[in-house]
């Protein structure tokens, strides 16, 4: 029974670690070449062997301490390999990606994060099934025959050994049995309990088997023969096989095929967090000051730009005395209680540190010079190392726009020629953010006849009426169509029973905002977007949102929003909005109150954190409308739970109604974030919303969960919309509508998400500035979520919309943003300068993608050995079927050369470089330790 037992779950042991091995290759093998594969495939296994070999080793029904607890370790091993695979093959089959261990134990340390991972248990607990039911066919054969092979194993090395020491002496012979099939043995008896008969078997040295007599088991067995001078075929085959494997292993190159070939184990300790020795905090903030940008040429003394009224010149340099201005000046706006965001502005961060105290004078000691028996103590040991760097000084990580190298500004262009003459009636009292979760552009709205659109009605080819898709495609985004300018291209004038609008736009033809096409997100993790929109900077390449615990540097819109209340009174002069009254309203001097809605939780991955240090006067979450008891009813629909996030949207109605109209009251300009989840994974729908079929087969059921998410999110703007206008603001009331980031789907390619997903569906992002007196304007540029902030300000400043002061002072900071604004013509490139856009790859630390907005190339680029280059034209290709993928900068840029011409190749090198310099000058930014 014991032996079954151990035999069952070393069974299971080996069908893990062969499933997982296999789907590793298949996760793999399309990013190298064939020939190579096929050479090194045997290679790929050989750690998976010596594991298999190792657990049969310790799974033995032996008796004796050690035997025990060997048994013990490999039954523990196996049932984590187990889980493990199962997990693995379920991360495979949910997303086409490969499940990062280190990171999976990031999540389980999150409360939060833990949900994410528990979404995809029944997919898991099905494959573990799978693995517990195949081993348990094929376990007793897997068993016997690892044993067998162990046995053939060691008296190979036995024999060889002694034909090493005696030659061809004949006078030793090898006769030792063993009563298990075990490993390490030299001769073996297998004893069978079903009734067959005991066969002893003698072990020649040559490998041959050679049975005893079965009548007498007793009997002493035959001597063996010697081994020949002349090795068998076996042997030679065995031997040729090993020098091949041998030979292989030495000219196998490392990238890629070291991962490839890692075991399920070893890829297990990755959860333990084993890193380099952490380095030197002095080497680090050295590092960091000494990253050089890798382009001389393009930032010499003759390129430089002097200073003019709120453009603080362009220098970067050692010599720059216009940075060197920069880094001292005392901006005219700074109070002596600056809000939280500011540390960089602060005058006494330059002023030189005090002189170290005096030495005592001599023969003076603070205490006994020698210790008890008149001998000197020598000095002091040192100080132990602190076990993390402590923040770095604020005069290393200050960003300095006049010496960055990559700043490119178009706000010295006129604005665009329908906004000169319209800004000056445009007012702008409140301004709303809505950042939308996994919203692809494609779907705001959805367009006819676009690749999206094509791809739906090729699905839906013989299953249904042509007619009847179109109309229910015509009725997924009517508001979002009416939000950027009827774009979608669908009739939905008429009101329709299955399908009623919720809101009609009262927006004169032609007005209505400013809608971005071509837009990317900063970063595929939600988080790390959410602080891009809000802040105007470039998170980081480190796992996860890092940021959160450290400073932005630079300021982010609710602390500007603050600095900007500084300066006025609690109680606004004048009387405010009457009604009726025909007198406009003055609200310049009235001061903004800031406030974050969002109906799932706020704990992800550390957000509550962040946002606490960016001074939101109110935020209401998932934990706040649990507390609310006077409306929180678990049993109400509206607080049906859906996925592992929160709930619904329309949840938060009664709050945002209630936070306008105290703004209102109060007389306060409202800034407001709203982040939506209702399109994030699982993609549930509460019971009362109607369900409608888009994609009818199986293969798509994800993607057609996603449009019905959509169509639930086109709902509730459409009533965020009819709050606006019912609580009387819509005409004064700057709406912005941004991506966090895309959303992938195997109808776009293999691998399915955002996690450590390069593919271009992830990136690209809705952004539109709606304001019903904005001209209706389609704005094309590859502009990426950090240019919200600064249109933002733009806005506000040249619409008239900030008293005179505050004015001065939004247009000080606009000139520091490294965004470009969307409302003048965007500037591509300057004195062979190109505007870069890069975008952190969900989780953070594996992948970057690169792009300039003056090409239509994109290079997805590896930060660890785990991940191909990966480079694509976005003009021939604009869904990414056909990358060029190579595992060295070399061979890429070669790749590139001959599919793409010595442009494209030139361009792929010099994004490598900048990227390499843009990650470490991040981690110097954001002081990162």
């Known amino acids: 029974m014991l032996q079954r037992g151990l035999s069952f779950l070393f069974g299971a042991f080996c069908v893990a670690l062969i499933s997982t091995k296999i789907t590793i290759l298949t996760i793999n093998a399309p990013t190298v070449p064939v020939s190579e594969f096929l050479f090194?495939?045997?290679?790929?296994?050989?750690?998976?062997?010596?594991?298999?070999?190792?657990m049969r080793l310790l799974l033995r029904a032996s008796k004796g301490y050690v035997a025990i607890v060997a048994a013990a370790v490999g039954i523990v091993a196996s049932l984590v390999v187990v889980g493990a695979a199962s997990s693995q093959l379920g991360f495979y089959y949910?997303?086409?990606?490969?499940?990062?261990?280190?990171?999976?134990?990031?999540?389980?340390?999150?409360?939060?994060?833990?949900?994410?991972?528990?979404?995809?248990?029944?997919?898991?607990?099905?494959?573990?099934?799978?693995?517990?039911?195949?081993?348990?066919?094929?376990?007793?054969?897997?068993?016997?025959?690892?044993?067998?092979?162990?046995?053939?194993?060691?008296?190979?090395?036995?024999?060889?050994?002694?034909?090493?020491?005696?030659?061809?002496?004949?006078?030793?012979?090898?006769?030792?049995?063993?009563?298990?099939?075990?490993?390490?043995?030299?001769?073996?008896?297998?004893?069978?309990?079903?009734?067959?008969?005991?066969?002893?078997?003698?072990?020649?040295?040559?490998?041959?088997?050679?049975?005893?007599?079965?009548?007498?088991?007793?009997s002493p067995p035959r001597k063996a023969f010697c081994l020949p001078p002349a090795f068998p075929l076996a042997r030679v085959v065995k031997a040729v096989g090993s020098a091949f494997l041998a030979m292989a292993l030495i000219v196998r190159p490392p990238v890629p095929f070291n991962h490839m070939s890692v075991t399920l184990p070893a890829s297990l300790l990755e959860v333990f967090d084993f890193h380099e020795p952490p380095m030197d905090c002095f080497e680090r903030s050295r590092r960091k000051l000494k990253n050089a940008w890798p382009f001389p040429d393009l930032v010499v003394r003759e390129k430089w730009q002097g200073a003019k009224g709120h453009f603080k010149g362009w220098a970067p340099g050692r010599d720059s005395r216009l940075a060197n201005k920069y880094r001292h000046r005392v901006p005219k706006w700074l109070m002596d209680n600056m809000p939280h965001g500011f540390q960089r502005f602060d005058p006494e961060i330059w002023k030189p540190e005090p002189p170290p105290p005096?030495?005592?004078?001599?023969?003076?000691?603070?205490?006994?010079?020698?210790g008890p028996h008149g001998m000197h103590r020598g000095p002091p040991p040192p100080p132990h190392p602190p076990a993390e760097c402590p923040p770095e000084d604020l005069r290393i990580s200050f960003y300095n726009p006049v010496e960055d190298p990559m700043k490119i500004t178009n706000l010295d262009n006129d604005l665009l020629d329908p906004l000169k003459d319209a800004l000056g009636s445009v007012r702008i009292k409140h301004v709303a953010i809505i950042l939308m979760e996994a919203l692809r552009v494609e779907l705001f709205p959805i367009q006819k006849n676009s690749r999206f659109y094509d791809m739906v009605m090729e699905a839906n080819d013989g299953e249904a009426d042509v007619q009847e898709v179109n109309r229910r495609l015509a009725y997924l985004t009517p508001n979002i169509d009416s939000i950027t300018g009827g774009i979608g291209g669908f009739d939905h004038s008429e009101d329709s029973e299955e399908f009623p609008r919720n809101w009609q736009d009262q927006t004169k033809e032609g007005f209505g905002g400013i809608n971005v096409i071509g837009a990317t997100t900063?970063?595929?993790?939600?988080?790390?977007?959410?602080?891009?929109?809000?802040?105007?900077?470039?998170?980081?390449?480190?796992?996860?949102?890092?940021?959160?615990?450290?400073?932005?540097?630079?300021?982010?819109?609710?602390?500007?929003?603050?600095?900007?209340?500084?300066?006025?009174?609690?109680?606004?002069?004048?009387?405010?909005?009457?009604?009726?009254?025909?007198?406009?309203?003055?609200?310049?001097?009235?001061?903004?109150?800031?406030?974050?809605?969002?109906?799932?939780?706020?704990?992800?991955?550390?957000?509550?954190?962040?946002?606490?240090?960016?001074?939101?006067?109110?935020?209401?979450?998932?934990?706040?409308?649990?507390?609310?008891?006077?409306?929180?009813?678990?049993?109400?629909?509206?607080?049906?739970?859906?996925?592992?996030?929160?709930?619904?949207?329309?949840?938060?109605?009664?709050?945002?109604?209630?936070?306008?109209?105290?703004?209102?009251?109060?007389?306060?300009?409202?800034?407001?974030?709203?982040?939506?989840?209702?399109?994030?994974?699982?993609?549930e729908l509460p019971s009362w919303f109607n369900k409608t079929t888009y994609l009818p087969t199986k293969r798509h059921q994800d993607l057609d969960k996603y449009m019905n998410t959509i169509r639930h999110h086109d709902y509730w703007l459409?009533?965020?919309?009819?709050?606006?206008?019912?609580?009387?603001?819509?005409?004064?009331?700057?709406?912005?509508?941004?991506?966090?980031?895309?959303?992938?789907?195997?109808?776009?390619?293999?691998?399915?998400?955002?996690?450590?997903?390069?593919?271009?569906?992830?990136?690209?992002?809705?952004?539109?500035?709606r304001h019903p007196q904005l001209p209706r304007i389609q704005y094309e540029a590859n502009a990426t979520s950090i240019s919200i902030l600064p249109t933002i300000l733009d806005l506000l400043i040249n619409s008239g919309s900030l008293s005179k002061v505050d004015a001065e002072t939004a247009s000080d900071l606009l000139y520091d943003y490294e965004g470009q604004s969307v409302l003048r013509p965007y500037r591509p490139a300057q004195d062979g300068r190109r505007a870069w856009n890069f975008a952190i790859v969900n989780s953070g630390a594996g992948i970057l993608g690169v792009t300039s907005a003056d090409t239509h190339w994109r290079l997805v680029l590896p930060l660890t050995k785990k991940f191909a280059y990966r480079m694509t034209d976005l003009l021939s290709d604009p869904g990414e079927a056909d990358p060029v993928v190579s595992w060295s900068l070399s061979g890429m840029v070669s790749d590139v050369r001959r599919k793409y011409g010595e442009d494209a190749a030139a361009w792929a090198a010099e994004a490598e470089s900048v990227a390499q310099w843009w990650l470490l000058e991040r981690k110097r930014l954001w002081r990162h330790t």
């Open 40 to 54: 090194f495939l045997p290679t790929f296994f050989l750690p998976d062997v010596v594991a298999i070999c190792v």
């Open 94 to 218: 949910e997303t086409g990606g490969e499940l990062e261990w280190h990171e999976a134990s990031t999540f389980a340390r999150d409360k939060e994060a833990l949900k994410v991972l528990l979404s995809g248990s029944a997919t898991v607990l099905g494959f573990g099934c799978v693995i517990l039911f195949t081993a348990a066919c094929l376990h007793t054969f897997l068993y016997r025959i690892v044993g067998e092979v162990l046995v053939a194993l060691a008296v190979d090395i036995v024999a060889i050994c002694r034909w090493f020491l005696d030659r061809y002496r004949c006078d030793d012979r090898l006769t030792v049995s063993d009563t298990d099939s075990e490993a390490g043995d030299i001769a073996y008896r297998r004893n069978s309990n079903d009734g067959a008969p005991s066969n002893q078997r003698l072990l020649r040295a040559n490998g041959d088997i050679e049975k005893a007599d079965p009548s007498s088991p007793s």
């Open 358 to 370: 005096p030495p005592p004078p001599p023969g003076h000691h603070h205490g006994p010079p020698h």
């Open 522 to 683: 900063a970063s595929t993790l939600s988080t790390k977007s959410f602080a891009a929109n809000l802040c105007g900077t470039w998170p980081m390449a480190v796992e996860n949102f890092d940021e959160a615990d450290t400073e932005s540097y630079q300021p982010c819109l609710p602390q500007i929003m603050s600095l900007l209340n500084g300066n006025k009174p609690e109680t606004p002069p004048g009387e405010g909005k009457q009604p009726n009254s025909t007198t406009v309203e003055d609200f310049t001097e009235y001061k903004w109150r800031t406030g974050l809605f969002e109906s799932m939780t706020e704990t992800f991955d550390r957000q509550d954190r962040f946002d606490k240090k960016l001074g939101w006067d109110k935020i209401l979450a998932l934990q706040e409308l649990k507390k609310d008891t006077s409306r929180y009813k678990p049993n109400d629909p509206a607080y049906e739970k859906l996925g592992y996030l929160g709930f619904a949207e329309p949840v938060l109605e009664p709050y945002i109604r209630d936070f306008i109209a105290e703004a209102e009251a109060e007389r306060r300009r409202m800034f407001m974030m709203h982040f939506t989840s209702i399109t994030h994974h699982p993609w």
């Open 718 to 769: 459409g009533q965020l919309m009819k709050i606006f206008e019912e609580t009387g603001i819509a005409d004064e009331t700057l709406v912005v509508f941004a991506g966090d980031h895309g959303q992938a789907f195997t109808e776009d390619n293999k691998k399915q998400g955002t996690y450590e997903n390069g593919h271009i569906s992830n990136f690209r992002i809705p952004i539109t500035f």
